[in-house]
């Protein structure tokens, strides 16, 4: 029965450990391919800066927005790091309170979403200031970026299937 009840905590344990890392690392973790936090969105525009030929003041807003995003994605790593920490230590313990993990958990996940927003409204403000030909190099870079998710997306089915 001892067996039984220590067993059952362990499990119960690893799937909470497992399911507070699993959701830190689906937090946004910083640049991705040299784009930052934000969403497809943000990955897609940062790396059309040569492609949009941008006046002085939106040139302005783009290092802006990239010293922003830069921040964020180290902020979020630092705070992945606070996630990782806690856990860490409640797992050193003979008797982790796997609440705290998960308490610093959803203060990490809910930290990050504001930096991912932040990042994408400035993002976004930049967008807003592009003439159509910009929308235009934009919109083609958004449609290629999910057309390749796609593909992606076909190309695992098909492994699942064989």
Known sequence: MHNRIRTSFFAVAAAVALSVSGAALAQPA???????????????????KSQLGLNTSQLTMWESAVAQSKSAGDAARANFDRMHTALTAELAKPEP?????????????????TLRKQVR???????????PEQKAVVKQALADRMSKMEQMKQKMMQRRGS
């Open 30 to 48: 910083g640049p991705h391919h040299g784009a930052p936090p934000g969403g497809d969105f943000v990955h897609a525009i940062a790396g059309l």
């Open 97 to 113: 309170d796997l609440a705290a993990v998960a308490a610093v958990s959803d203060d990490v996940h809910v930290a990050n979403e």
């Open 121 to 131: 409204a400035s993002w976004l403000a930049i967008y807003a200031t592009f003439t």
